[in-house]
């Protein structure tokens, strides 16, 4: 089993996550090398998957890593039919909201 982009993760080695901050922090606090097991929430399913993590790059101090991102926005998943019509409106509202932003400020 492989994580996806929709994955909302749960749990980690037995820690309750509710934020992408507190995800990253616990990760963090793991060596580099350990496999951990990780609970996501799947299609409405709990799955129980399991990684080894590696040294993150970006510091010199030791702090596990995954590799993916994380965020707590909300996603709405949208068929190809859905984002193909809303798609466009969000763009038509988000250029005129530009507009209109444009000429209050001038």
Same mark, same amino acid.
């Given at each position: @089993?492989?994580? &996806?982009? !929709?994955?909302?993760? @749960?749990?980690? %080695?037995?820690?309750?996550?509710?934020?992408?901050?507190? #995800? *990253?922090?616990?990760?963090?606090?793991?060596?580099?090398?350990?496999?951990?097991?990780?609970? /996501?929430? &799947? %299609?409405?399913?709990?799955?129980?998957?399991?990684?080894?993590?590696?040294?993150?790059?970006? #510091?010199?101090?030791? &702090?596990?890593?995954?590799?993916?991102?994380?965020?707590?926005?909300?996603?709405?998943?949208?068929?190809?039919? %859905?984002?193909? /019509?809303?798609?466009?409106? %969000?763009? #038509? *509202?988000?250029?005129?909201? !530009?507009?209109?932003?444009?000429?209050?400020?001038?």
């Amino acid at each position: @089993k492989e994580y &996806r982009a !929709a994955d909302v993760v @749960k749990v980690v %080695d037995g820690v309750a996550i509710t934020s992408s901050a507190q #995800f *990253r922090s616990t990760l963090a606090a793991i060596a580099p090398g350990t496999t951990v097991s990780i609970e /996501v929430q &799947r %299609d409405g399913q709990l799955l129980t998957l399991s990684a080894t993590l590696a040294q993150h790059p970006q #510091f010199t101090e030791t &702090r596990g890593y995954l590799g993916v991102s994380s965020s707590d926005e909300e996603r709405i998943p949208l068929g190809v039919g %859905d984002a193909l /019509v809303e798609g466009p409106k %969000d763009l #038509f *509202r988000g250029v005129g909201q !530009a507009i209109v932003g444009v000429a209050k400020v001038l």
